[in-house]
């Protein structure tokens, strides 16, 4: 395992069938309860201490999330924190309450930590269940610390208890597995995962994973006229900028993609020679978020052994300012042969993706997802709650949007195309690399993206505004949210997106 990669142990997950009682109450530390929102009668009886539960529920504040906390009289006096649920609550609001809830539960020792649902019914009951265990496996998960003590685990294993079925909870751990990935790389300071050290850790897990490896270096870039890259990459003090490629080939190697993964890997964004401001340029080590996003989505395909051939391209690169850095009115040539004149060196994420969009096309997949940080403009629009979606097939918004209602990670669809683009005409190339007065960025760029799309090959595009959420978002509790795994994978395994072809 590469040395920068996290070597904790993925948490496990034990299912224990029946009704919940007071033995296996007796063997937690934390007990996680979900309760229907109108408890019927019947209910307390069957639970550990009903009665006494019953009576504490009744003290409870209206509309709180965490209805109580109290102990088991038992010799580890398990705390047992009661959240309620309507049956019909969204999958965000679910996610959400299963991050308060195991929130409010880890201020203790790492322990054993159970997840009861009861009183409702068995498909109520497993779609609850895996939302509050993803926010578990989330929880459970140290991102990096570099402090001379260790940081401890915060979730010592996990039970589901009181089912009354087994849960297949693959899916769950895989997507966990992808997002926990690319959390970690997100929170990496930047003079650890540095362009080379990236592309070595995509290597190595490549090895791990049995995935095809190719590191298109900038001298092999320079021959394939990836001259918008090659612009960003320029102005670095070294030659470790690249664009990686990945491919995950479960049937035939020679296979074409059913879906190829583009990435914004911006390792640490200066804003270039038109430098960003100390706060805007304070955490922009995690400007390669979208290229984590990618890959945390190849990694959770792969464990889940997903049926379907996968290109996963990372575009890595610094964006520096110096003598050589590039600048405004700097005119430069894309790999498709598009020429770009370059108005802002902050917009750097669309260059670099634009060649990686024009190399991912060429190998004809059946459709591309980018994922990137790009805009600011996106969570002017529709705040850090949301992430916005842009595509060359407009019919496909309801089902995007739709997507996201259902799996929890909440997405807008905003138009793109050619009268767009009127705002982008250049007197001197074939287009701006972006309006000089910055009204609707977010359009402007995915409309920009698009020119670099060949082959009409169906295309979404990711801006990635709810990527850092302060106090996290949904199921995940940290600022730096890894949004994009859990979209990816539902857009495949429940909308089967990338089978359409319209």
């Known amino acids: 395992m590469h040395s920068l990669l996290p070597d904790a142990k993925e948490l496990r997950v034990n299912q224990q069938l029946g009704r919940l009682t007071n033995k296996s109450a007796d063997t937690l530390n934390q007990l996680l309860l979900i309760l229907p929102d109108r408890i019927p009668a019947a209910l307390w009886k069957s639970l550990p201490q009903g009665p006494r539960l019953k009576t504490l529920m009744a003290r409870k504040k209206p509309g709180a ?45 790492a322990g054993p930590l159970g997840i009861c649902v009861a009183g409702f019914d068995a498909p109520s009951q497993a779609t609850i269940a895996k939302n509050v265990l993803a926010a578990a496996l989330a929880a459970g998960f140290s991102l990096p610390a570099y402090k001379k003590k260790p ?38 300071p930047p003079n650890k995962l540095n362009a080379e050290s990236y592309a070595a850790l995509a290597k190595d897990l490549a090895a791990e994973h049995g995935w095809q490896f190719k590191r298109f270096a900038t001298r092999e870039l320079d021959k394939l006229g990836a001259g918008a890259f090659l612009a960003v990459a320029q102005g670095n003090e070294d030659d470790s900028a690249s664009i990686v490629r990945l491919r995950y080939r479960p049937g035939s190697k020679s296979e074409k993609a059913a879906l190829s993964l583009v990435g914004k890997g911006i ?77 802002h060196t902050d917009a750097e994420g669309r260059m670099a ?86 009204a609707g960025d977010h359009i402007l760029a995915a409309s920009f993206l698009g020119e670099f799309v060949e082959n009409d090959i169906p295309w979404v595009h990711v801006d990635l505004s709810s990527g850092n959420h302060k106090g996290g978002l949904g199921h995940i509790p940290t600022e730096i949210t890894g949004f994009g795994v859990r979209y990816t994978m539902a857009l495949i395994l429940d909308e089967c997106l990338h089978e359409a072809t319209s």
């Open 353 to 438: 993706l634009a060649d990686t969009l024009v190399l991912a096309s060429r190998d004809e997949p059946g459709m591309i997802i980018d994922y990137a940080t790009l805009t600011g403009t996106c969570i002017s629009a529709i705040t850090k709650r949301y992430s916005g979606v842009f595509t060359n097939r407009p019919g496909w918004h309801p089902r995007l949007k739709r997507n996201g209602q259902a799996c929890g990670e909440r997405v807008w669809p905003f138009p793109i195309g050619d009268e767009f683009l009127e705002a982008l005409k250049s007197p001197v190339a074939d287009l701006m690399q972006c309006s000089p007065n910055g």
């Open 267 to 343: 390792i640490f964004d200066t804003g270039g020679t038109n430098l960003k401001p100390f706060q805007s340029m304070l955490d922009m080590h995690g400007d390669m978020q979208g290229s984590a996003v990618a890959l945390g989505t190849l990694l959770a395909m792969t464990k889940m052994k997903l049926p379907i051939a996968v290109d996963c391209w990372l575009a890595l690169t610094e964006n520096r300012t110096g003598p050589s850095a590039y600048k405004s009115q700097d005119v430069v040539t894309a790999a498709n042969g598009k020429t770009i004149q370059t108005i």
């Open 151 to 188: 940081t401890p685990p915060s979730i010592g294993s996990l039970r589901l208890l009181g089912l009354d079925e087994k849960l297949d909870v693959d899916r769950i751990v895989a997507e966990a597995a992808g997002n926990n990935l690319a959390r970690w790389l997100t929170s990496m």
């Open 65 to 109: 999330t965490l209805a109580i906390q109290f102990r088991l009289s038992n010799k580890r006096q398990t705390q047992v924190s009661v959240a309620t649920c309507k049956p019909d609550a969204s999958a965000f609001e679910q996610l959400e309450m299963g991050r308060q809830l195991v929130g409010a539960a880890l201020a203790e020792k």
